[in-house]
């Protein structure tokens, strides 16, 4: 590839947690976290922006339709339920005024495997990522037991290593590669 113009701008790690193992007792619930509000949507979007490598974010940024909060969220959400069978279970934890952790699971109420995002601040990495992913553990309790699937890179290992606590496995390392014209 590196031959033919392509360069690697990140390494993602896939993470399974298969339904088998789904933990039977996870930490507490922690309270500081809480869902998203409607004036959220720019505070997740920038952070989703500052947890997302420099070079990734050239060429898969985060999409800012993912981040939107406004009155109609929950007519969408409504509909992606009775519809689509899938639900977002979301939770972020605050601090001075700005968002510093979110993490959010897609559930496939269905069948299907449930994908699980997390964003924690560069600068408090370490602070979030366990506490997060036990409160979104707990309120995935709840949905129909099916794989839980997360893709991270490589450049949060304490998000990698808060999901293997928990019984996570890593399934695959790859590169994200993008080929550059001259």
């Known amino acids: 590839y590196a031959r033919r113009g392509f360069v690697c701008y990140d390494t993602v790690h896939e993470l399974i ?15 500081r976290f809480r869902s998203p509000r409607i004036g959220d949507g720019r505070r997740l979007l920038r952070l ?22 406004g009155w109609l969220r929950p007519l969408q959400n409504a509909w992606r ?15 001075h005024g700005e968002l510093r952790a979110y993490g959010r699971v897609g ?27 036990d409160a979104l553990l707990a309120h995935l309790n709840a949905a129909p037991r099916s794989q839980v ?20 496995e890593t399934r695959r390392v790859l590169d994200q590669m993008a080929l550059v014209c001259a």
């Open 17 to 31: 947690l298969p339904a088998s193992r789904w933990p039977l007792v996870i930490g507490e619930r922690a309270d």
């Open 48 to 69: 989703a922006l500052a947890s997302t490598p420099e070079a990734a974010l050239q060429y898969n940024p985060p999409r800012p339709h993912e981040f939107e909060r």
């Open 81 to 95: 339920l009775a519809f689509q069978g899938q639900e977002v279970i979301e939770r972020v934890g605050p601090r």
């Open 107 to 133: 559930v496939q109420l269905l069948r299907g495997t449930h994908r699980l995002d997390l964003y924690v601040h560069p600068e408090e990495r370490g602070l979030w990522e366990r506490a997060l992913v």
């Open 149 to 168: 699937m997360a893709r991270l890179s490589a450049s949060h290992p304490e998000a990698i290593g808060a999901l293997q606590t928990v019984g996570f």
